[in-house]
């Protein structure tokens, strides 16, 4: 007789009966309770964020760290013409949180939203500090960096939320 699986509820992984968490992504597959839903209520929750995954934000932080770092730190050693000095590097950076927060949410099992949202957030700190101490010409005021990295921030949410859209596919087609 075959043994019984049970499908993670995160990423789909077909795990062997009785494992507490998936073998994949590490998620619990026992449910606390069983949650009997219509089939409208979980095309309703199909875009909702279920669980907070540490992995992820750590994943999350590596990708925007190393996108950050590359193009307004590494880039402009590079390349001489480019200079991501000031407002020009804030303005860079709310692009690289976007396509940052786009990408982790597209390789991410289940359904990530937050995880790019503070990986953005912890990134920004030192991102603010550094193209506000590294201009030349002072013609953006702090208050402002600070406003730019909200944005950024923002943007970072929005690409995620996108990224997870794209995973996901096209909504199923509903009979009616």
């Known amino acids: 007789m075959a043994e019984k699986s049970i499908v993670c509820p995160s990423c789909g992984f077909k795990n062997a009966a009785g494992v507490k968490r998936c073998v ?5 597959t026992t449910e606390l309770s069983v949650v009997v839903r219509s089939k409208q209520e979980q095309l309703e929750r199909r875009y909702q964020q279920e669980a907070f995954s ?3 934000l750590l994943i999350a932080v590596v990708v925007q760290a190393v996108l950050t770092g590359a193009i307004i730190l590494g880039l402009p050693q590079v390349v001489s013409a480019l ?7 804030m303005i ?8 940052g927060g786009m990408l982790v949410g597209m390789i991410s099992p289940g359904r990530t939203f937050l995880e790019p949202f ?7 700190i030192p991102t603010v500090l550094y193209l506000y101490r590294s201009q030349t010409v002072f013609t953006l005021p702090p208050f402002l960096y600070v406003v730019m ?3 950024g921030i923002l943007f970072a949410l929005i690409g ?12 199923p087609k509903t009979a009616d």
């Open 92 to 99: 860079a950076s709310i692009g690289i949180w976007f396509v």
């Open 24 to 28: 994949s992504c590490g998620a619990k």
């Open 149 to 151: 990295g909200g944005i």
């Open 54 to 56: 540490l992995l992820w």
């Open 160 to 171: 995620s939320y996108l990224g997870e859209r794209i995973q996901l596919g096209p909504p």
């Open 83 to 89: 200079d991501f000095e000031g407002s020009h590097g």
């Open 118 to 124: 503070i990986a953005s957030f912890i990134i920004a």
